[in-house]
């Protein structure tokens, strides 16, 4: 008798959100790995399988002390209505001692970009592929902000800053 397993379950993720922060002053590549929960899929075999995508980035502008988030098949930067195409993504999917991650790819600048966020689709390799997302929010830290942060690891920024990003109180 062969038992066989039906792709019958998606994968799953245990968080509902994932948060990253980065420092405009992180360089490219394996060196700025930070680590993203993986899904998990009950299947066994291919069907358990998982591999992972990211779609539907946007990008949180910095424009003259105002906010505006721009997106269309993915971000729109700058005041021309360029695209943020996926290759133009500051970020990348890497793998470091089966774990996966996000690394830069790009420069990053604060003063342009704040923040990103995506959704990271986790797609089992069975008939038929089920799939799953999560929201990925991506800070990014100026470099005061990174090197007091790294200072004072106690201190929580979204108490110590007003809604136009400026100190509060220390």
């Known amino acids: 008798m062969n038992i066989t397993d039906i792709n019958d379950n998606a994968p ?3 968080p509902t959100e994932l948060h990253k922060e980065f420092a405009e002053s992180d360089r490219e590549g394996i060196q700025s790995f930070k ?6 899929d009950r299947d066994t075999g291919r069907n358990g399988e998982v591999k992972y995508t990211i779609t ?3 990008a949180v502008l910095t424009l003259a002390q105002t906010n505006d988030v721009r997106s269309g098949g993915a971000a729109t930067l700058g005041g021309d209505g ?5 290759a133009d993504f500051p970020f990348q999917l890497a793998w470091k001692n089966s774990q996966l991650g996000l690394v830069v790819k790009g420069s990053l600048d604060r003063e342009r970009v704040r923040s990103y966020e995506f959704l990271l ?3 089992d390799k ?5 799939s ?14 990174y ?24």
């Open 12 to 14: 799953v993720w245990s």
């Open 35 to 40: 680590d993203l929960e993986m899904a998990t």
């Open 56 to 58: 539907g980035v946007m």
């Open 82 to 86: 360029t695209p943020l195409s996926l």
């Open 121 to 123: 689709v986790a797609t």
């Open 126 to 130: 069975g008939p038929p592929p089920l």
């Open 132 to 145: 799953s997302n999560i929201s990925v929010f991506i800070t990014i830290l100026g470099m005061a902000f």
């Open 147 to 170: 090197f007091f942060s790294k200072a004072f690891p106690q201190c929580l920024f979204s108490e110590l800053l007003n809604s136009k990003g400026v100190l509060k109180r220390i």
